[in-house]
């Protein structure tokens, strides 16, 4: 099997086990990363929420936020993690083909692949 | 280490950009000669691969979270201008499509992970691995070590971008307007946890997958400035 090949079996195991990034933090009680809070926290960590901060924190709706699928409420480690597994093949796959966009833009741009 | 929407003023996020577009362009200017056409797949693959590595956070019982970015890794096998443009897409997916780092931050996000962390990093694996042969030892140390430095001058950076806004931007109560720590605090508690924590596992990810490719197919490491590239 070619390298190149036995590598993207190597990321579809990182997609299949991506929910435990998800699922031992929340096992473990910990909180957001470090500068990643939401405003909630935040007022509970310093006890205001900074101005600038209140006006422009949600001002980009992401259409996954958190590697999540809007509307559900209180959902299940489960939901989340089959939620989480989904968010990894979509962005995977938009990152791999936004890269082989551009690297094709770039390759044809200043010289032609001469075999 | 995604500094979300918000966490920066103006001043900040804009001069972030600033600082990360000539980069942005010379890496297109230089991919553009260097960059042969077999090699888009390898550069797709180290893209995904640092997008679904960052999904596994790491947790610090009781406290926080964080993770390993794989951009020295991408600089190990492609080079750091091509690290910088796999990693970009990466963190701009991660802004637009799940939130995770703000739009604004985007420039300030790309500085550190896909600037400064490929570039420190890969600076430190040349000097490690040297001129030695491609299956030697000392390249997957040189890029495990690469791992561990470049991770942490990343966090050092971001820990500054937060630590400065309380002295940038306040109102008269003295409340700060974004980010709301201090240099004093920022500095040391991201240092600390990336260099007693998430630097090993930036390090042990970018060493074992070095180390296998020595043994699967080691041409994927000839990637050295000077030498052609054959995938």
């Known amino acids: 099997m070619k390298t190149a090949t036995k590598l993207w079996i190597g990321l579809i195991a990182l997609v299949i086990l991506s929910p435990l990034g998800l699922i031992l933090p929340a096992k473990l009680g910990t909180g957001s990363a470090?500068?990643?809070?939401?405003?909630?926290?935040?007022h509970k960590m310093v006890g205001y929420v900074p101005s600038g901060m209140s006006r422009v924190s949600e001002f980009w709706k992401a259409p996954l936020p958190d590697y999540a699928f809007r509307g559900q409420e209180n959902p299940s480690l489960r939901a989340l993690s089959l939620s989480y597994v989904v968010s990894g093949i979509l962005g995977a796959a938009a990152v791999a083909v936004l890269t082989i966009l551009i690297g094709r833009?770039?390759?044809r741009r200043e010289h032609s692949d001469a075999p | 280490m995604h500094i979300p929407d918000g966490y920066l003023g103006p001043q900040t996020y804009g001069a972030a950009y600033a600082v990360a577009a000539p980069f942005w362009a010379v890496a297109s200017k230089r991919m553009s000669r260097t960059l042969r056409s077999r090699q888009v797949p390898m550069l797709a693959l180290g893209a995904a691969f640092s997008f679904l590595?960052?999904?596994?956070?790491v947790p610090i019982?009781?406290?926080t979270t964080g993770h390993a970015v794989g951009a020295v890794l991408v600089a190990v096998l492609l080079g750091p201008w091509a690290a910088c443009i796999a990693v970009s897409v990466a963190l701009i997916v991660q802004a637009v499509l799940f939130g995770d780092g703000g739009i604004t931050a985007i420039g300030a996000n790309c500085l550190n992970m896909a600037v400064i962390m490929p570039f420190v990093g890969y600076g430190v694996y040349r000097l490690i691995s040297g001129r030695s042969d491609v299956t030697s030892r000392r390249r997957w140390i040189g890029?495990?070590?690469g791992g561990y430095i470049g991770l942490n001058a990343a966090a050092l950076a971001t820990a500054i971008e937060f630590?400065?806004?309380p002295i940038l931007a306040h109102d008269a109560a003295g409340h700060a307007l974004y980010a709301p720590y201090p240099l004093s605090v920022a500095v040391p508690v991201m240092a600390a946890e990336h260099l007693l924590l998430f630097g090993f596992v930036e390090a042990i990810v970018t060493g074992?997958?070095?180390?296998y490719l020595q043994r699967a197919d080691a041409s994927l490491l000839n990637g050295t400035p000077g030498k052609k590239v054959n995938v």
């Open chain 1, 34 to 42: 470090w500068g990643e809070w939401s405003a909630d926290e935040i």
């Open chain 2, 208 to 211: 074992m997958v070095v180390a």
């Open chain 2, 163 to 165: 630590g400065i806004q």
């Open chain 2, 61 to 63: 019982p009781g406290g």
């Open chain 2, 53 to 57: 590595i960052m999904m596994f956070n």
């Open chain 1, 105 to 107: 833009t770039l390759v």
């Open chain 2, 143 to 145: 890029a495990a070590v």
